[in-house]
């Protein structure tokens, strides 16, 4: 197995790109549509209503209280066009009491965008509640009780630790930085087609080599190689970019470990149905991005409530990876609240990699 | 001694290999001879284990090596025709690699590796990357990957498809080297005639799966024993004299090509002063005329009506 992966490092030490470049990728990815780097997003409002001016005016000053976003009132004609051509992900369409997005593309920063509007407008609505009831301008009054109100709300865990609260960014991290993993992974995978097609799989059967150690040597380097990956993006991420990542890193890194495992298999699984790497080549990158999709990972926690999706979710590792590292950094747990997430995850991967082996080997025959 | 037994292969119910009966006795060098599609690597591929045959036997020194596949694969090479090498690595890595899995290591690898290399000629370009060599050395390298463990029977299938002359003629020698110093016994598919006819003792001559002739190449030329090949020059030529020529008593094959006649007729046919008549009569000049003697390519030509090369 060890003279396998040996061969293996031995190629990506020669050309060390992919690698290099993935790792980068996840980075980048996170950075840029996760607002990593903490840049201003701008976000285009307007009005359709008669006295449009006055309520672009308004809901403008009460949106503008975010750091993460710029409000800036634009014509209604130009915001639609922008949306049409893609050129804005978002934009705001402003009535007297309430909102309408406008989405062209659903990026993981609409949800955020519409986080924020839909708080700011409840907000106001209380605000206005009170001000129907006690007559008078309140708002003052009210911003500052709520500056100090006497009834806080602080969320605590079991171990009396304060509750880490959601953060969009975080689940972004994990989210690219599996995705990018599960590319890696697959064309590592790949590797055992490559090598039958080109006669060396055959040479090492002819060997005293056993088949099980063929395997092993194949799966275990795409395993360490990806968990490299992984490990490189959340170190510089938590150590370097100061992301909050929780403080249980092995667990984290445990989870995904059981992740990367799951995903070999499937790719593993997509490997035998597949005669050349070319095939492979066509069909797993198109295959890929939609997991998380349908994962929901981009999107705020309960976003897909469609009983199939959520279905076809479960079938893959990156749903349970998600959930099991979400609730170990916002909320605290330990092994054994994950305990089930992993077990899902080990069981889809040693079906997967049952299935994927023996249609590799009917083939073969 | 290897030996198969009315060995035959089926692809989705198409017969690619029917009743093949071979042997290898030990220290000899055996030729497959055929065109493409001949069934060659698939009766390789069975030999060496690779894959089942759907009927027959193959034994190895009387042992059954479906059942063991070991007997057969711990003491042969196989050089498969595609390049089976790391395009990534150096030569010295790649053959670093298949020794180790053969369980070479330390001095006995560094030996092995030294003298596989310095075998095929590519010492001095060990370090280089596999990918950056000519076909033929990377052919070359695709032997030595095979050498390493020494191996009692070396197989080889098509080792010289697409090379240049002198990558070929070094891979010549290096098999006839292999065969009469080492003794290493040698099973050599291909469907250039000249290379098997240089290296082999004796020869299999496959068509559509079958073998349809095998022997030395003595024996084999000796099926053409009763024929004379004739080549024939002329200044022109037309279908009326040609098809005149064919009904001569005694032609069995003629090859026209351009200005020549190729002619296969049985001894003592008097077709010469038959031919000379016949090109007076349609005012054809004779340029020249030549006996020829049989080649295992005539042979081919005899039993198959075509050429290797078809």
Same mark, same amino acid.
Request: charged share 20%.
């Given at each position: 197995m060890k003279d396998v992966l040996w061969a293996q490092f031995a190629k990506d030490k020669r050309k060390p790109l992919l690698v290099l470049l993935l790792i980068v990728g996840s980075i980048a990815a996170t950075l840029l549509f996760g607002g990593g780097l903490q840049s201003v997003t701008t976000v285009v409002i307007f009005s359709e209503e008669a006295n449009a001016a006055e309520i672009e005016k308004k809901w403008g000053g009460l949106l503008n209280?975010? =750091?993460?976003f710029t409000f800036e009132v634009v014509e209604p004609d130009k915001a639609r066009e922008d949306i049409k051509k893609g050129n804005s992900d978002v934009a705001v369409k402003l009535m007297e009491d309430d909102y309408r997005l406008l989405v062209s593309k659903n990026m993981p920063s609409v949800s955020s965008v519409e986080q924020h509007v839909k708080k700011v407008f409840l907000q106001e609505a209380q605000i206005r509640a009170v001000e129907s009831q006690e007559?008078? =301008?309140?708002r003052e009054e009210i911003e500052s009780y709520l500056d100090d109100p006497p009834f806080q709300l602080v969320a605590q865990g079991l171990d009396s630790e304060q509750i880490t609260a959601y953060n969009i960014r975080t689940q972004l991290l994990f989210a690219f930085t599996f995705l990018i993993s599960m590319f890696l992974l697959g064309f590592k995978v790949n590797n055992v087609t490559q090598d039958k097609v080109a006669g060396i799989w055959d040479r090492m059967i002819l060997s005293p080599l056993k088949k099980t150690n063929m395997y092993s040597g194949y799966l275990l380097y795409s395993f360490l190689i990806t968990m490299f990956q992984i490990v490189v993006v959340l170190i510089v991420f938590k150590?370097?970019?100061?992301?909050?990542?929780? =403080?249980n890193l092995w667990l984290i890194i445990l989870i995904a470990a059981c992740f990367t495992f799951g995903m070999i298999s499937i790719a593993m699984l997509i490997t035998g149905f597949v005669r050349t790497p070319e095939q492979f080549y066509a069909i797993y990158p198109s295959v890929i991005p939609v997991i998380p999709l349908v994962s929901g990972?981009?999107?705020?926690?309960?976003?897909?409530?469609?009983p199939v999706l959520l279905f076809i979710a479960d079938l893959f590792p990156l749903a349970h990876a998600m959930e099991a590292i979400m609730s170990v950094v916002f909320?605290?747990?330990g092994l054994q609240d994950v305990l089930m997430s992993l077990l899902y995850m080990l069981l889809i991967g040693i079906v997967a990699m049952g299935v994927g082996i023996n249609l590799v080997e009917r083939r073969s025959n | 001694m290897l030996e198969t037994i009315n060995l035959s292969k089926s692809f989705k119910g198409k017969?690619?290999?029917?009743d093949l009966n071979l042997y290898l006795a030990d220290g000899e060098s055996v030729g497959l001879l055929g065109p493409n599609g001949a069934g060659k690597s698939t009766t390789i591929s069975m030999i060496s284990t690779l894959i089942k045959p759907t009927s027959g036997r193959i034994t190895m020194n009387g042992v059954n090596a479906i059942d063991k596949p070991g007997e057969i694969r711990s003491v042969s090479g196989v050089v498969p025709q595609?390049?089976?090498?790391?395009?990534?690595?150096s030569a010295y890595e790649n053959l670093k690699f298949f020794g180790s899995i053969y369980k070479l290591r330390g001095k006995e690898l560094a030996k092995a590796i030294q003298q596989a290399l310095e075998f095929v000629g590519l010492d001095d370009r060990k370090? =280089?990357?596999?990918?950056?060599?000519s076909g033929g050395m990377k052919r070359r390298l695709n032997i030595a990957a095979a050498l390493l463990h020494r191996p009692q029977i070396l197989i080889l299938d098509?080792?010289?498809?697409? !090379?240049d002359p002198q990558s070929r003629n070094h891979i010549l020698e290096a098999v006839r080297t292999l065969n009469q110093q080492d003794g290493t016994t040698i099973l050599y598919t291909s469907h250039y005639m000249e290379e098997v006819e240089q290296l082999c003792d004796r020869l299999y001559i496959m068509d559509h799966g079958k073998v349809i002739a095998a022997g030395t190449k003595e024996e084999l030329l000796r099926i053409l024993s009763t024929e004379d090949k004739i080549k024939v020059e002329v200044n022109k030529l037309d279908e009326a004299f040609v098809e005149q020529v064919k009904t !001569?008593?005694?032609?069995?094959k003629i090859e026209v090509t351009e200005l020549q006649l190729k002619i296969i007729a049985a001894k003592g046919s008097s077709l010469i002063s038959k031919l000379v008549h016949l090109t007076e009569k349609h005012h054809i000049q004779l340029l020249n005329f030549q006996t020829e003697t049989p080649s295992l390519e005539d042979v081919f030509l005899h039993l198959t009506g075509r050429t290797l090369r078809d």
């Open positions: 209280t975010n =750091d993460t007559g008078g =301008d309140v150590y370097v970019l100061q992301y909050d990542v929780g =403080d990972v981009y999107m705020m926690p309960g976003t897909i409530t469609n909320y605290g747990t | 017969k690619v290999v029917q595609e390049l089976a090498l790391y395009q990534e690595l370090k =280089d990357l596999v990918r950056t060599y098509e080792p010289t498809v697409g !090379i !001569i008593e005694g032609v069995h």
